[in-house]
């Protein structure tokens, strides 16, 4: 389950049935008991290179100069310092350094 305070407008979650979908101001005010609904992505690759990173460097992925290392060994992200587990926290670290929202590539 994903903590409300983690999120921001636009973030991607799952919903219930495991769809990929931006965070709105709905779910952002949903009762506790319905938030269960509502599942992190986890970061991974493929949703790097979805949010428009390209691979360079092996093990490493930029997109502009916002770079994420990621180890292949115990599959872990990092970005500036900061271990990243799903893809709502890169967008939220991502638009704090940028100012500039990560969305999904079509």
Known sequence: M???KELRIGNL????IGEIFPANVYTLQMPYSELGTIEPIP?????????GFADSFGSCYTNG????DCSVI????KSHGVYIETVHQLQNLYF???LTELKLEP
Do not use: D, P, Q
């Not at 100069?65 to 994420?68: E, I, K, S």
């Open 2 to 4: 994903v903590e409300v």
């Open 74 to 77: 115990n599959n872990t992200f």
């Open 43 to 51: 970061m991974s690759e493929e949703m790097l290179v979805k949010l």
């Open 65 to 68: 100069n916002f770079t994420v």
């Open 13 to 16: 979650v799952y919903n219930g």
């Open 96 to 98: 704090a350094l940028t």
